[in-house]
């Protein structure tokens, strides 16, 4: 008949360094930032990445390059001015930015995938929804970022142009009211490319077909609309030219300075847009600008699941 055997207790063997340490876990009892720093951090660190700063010097060279670009002509024309005693600076402010419109789109063709292709190409984006901010607030982080980059690219050398302006003792009045139509120019401008960058950029995670995007849609928008505008002014169809105005970035943002800030339109035979017509101009790009806002948070809400 078979002997129940008892029970040991297990014995630890000689080799085993088995511990169990106390590593001083403690709660968080610090301020809790919120939101509203968390979207603020993301503005800041997106702001400072479109120009750059913070990263390599490779990261800079491009963003710095055509922020000197942009600056050296106004400074040029400065310099002509003082040294001439000009009456008046060679370039309206509100002219400045459309005159240099390919060096914008550029610009915006550079940044706006690296504002938020890398995010979707290394799928870091649900992290940023753990922490406590919403899609909203990423949206509105990123686009005001951009907004700000490109405003700051636009309204610099129209300040070079102002202060050379009062350097060379031009009437005080007549360009600050110029300064300040300049102003809102580019900032319209800044708000629309902005969006119309980063609409784009968000479909594809590839930093190179973002860029290649970016500036089809620039170029190719303007091109067509300056071609057909040139075809109805040869054909005297000139009523037809600021309605084709309305389907390229640059001529939008042409069509609402030239109705309602005083500037000289660049449509061919500078037929601009009347008040009635500049108000639809006004509709126009304030929609696009809410759309692409709209398209955003549509595109972020699938990204960030």
């Not at 922490?131 to 990123?142: H, L």
Request: glycine share 8%.
């Amino acid at each position: 008949m078979a002997v129940e055997q008892p029970m040991r207790s297990p014995v630890a063997t000689p080799g085993d360094q088995t511990r169990i340490h106390n590593i001083g876990y403690r709660n968080y009892d610090g301020p809790r930032l919120g939101r509203s720093y968390a979207t603020r951090s993301l503005y800041s660190q997106s702001l400072r990445g479109s120009y750059g700063l913070g990263r390599s010097i490779k990261s800079k060279v491009l963003p710095m390059l055509l922020f000197v670009v942009m600056c050296v002509p106004a400074a040029i024309m400065v310099a002509v001015a003082v040294a001439t005693k000009a009456k008046d600076l060679p370039v309206d402010y509100t002219r400045y930015a459309i005159i240099m419109q390919a060096v914008i789109s550029l610009y915006v063709a550079s940044q706006a995938p690296q504002s938020v292709s890398r995010d979707l190409r290394f799928k870091t984006v649900p992290l940023y929804f753990s922490r406590p901010i919403e899609t909203a607030d990423y949206v509105r982080a990123k686009y005001a970022a951009l907004a700000s980059a490109l405003f700051v690219l636009t309204a610099a050398p129209l300040l070079v142009l102002y202060v050379g302006a009062l350097l060379a003792k031009l009437d005080f009045a007549d360009q600050t009211k110029g300064f300040a139509q300049g102003l809102v120019s580019v900032a319209l401008l800044s708000l629309l490319f902005a969006g119309i960058g980063l609409v784009i950029a968000s479909v594809t995670p590839r930093r190179g077909f973002g860029i290649a995007a970016v500036i089809a849609v620039m170029t190719i928008s303007y091109g067509a609309v300056s071609t057909l505008q040139a075809i109805a002014d040869n054909q005297d169809s000139t009523g037809a030219i600021p309605w084709i105005g309305l389907f390229s970035p640059v001529t939008l943002i042409d069509g609402v300075q030239s109705a309602f800030l005083g500037a000289s339109s660049a449509f061919p035979g500078a037929v601009g847009p009347t008040n009635g017509e500049g108000a639809v101009y006004v509709l126009v790009v304030l929609g696009l600008i809410a759309a692409c806002y709209g398209l955003l948070l549509r595109r972020y809400k699938k990204v960030g699941l």
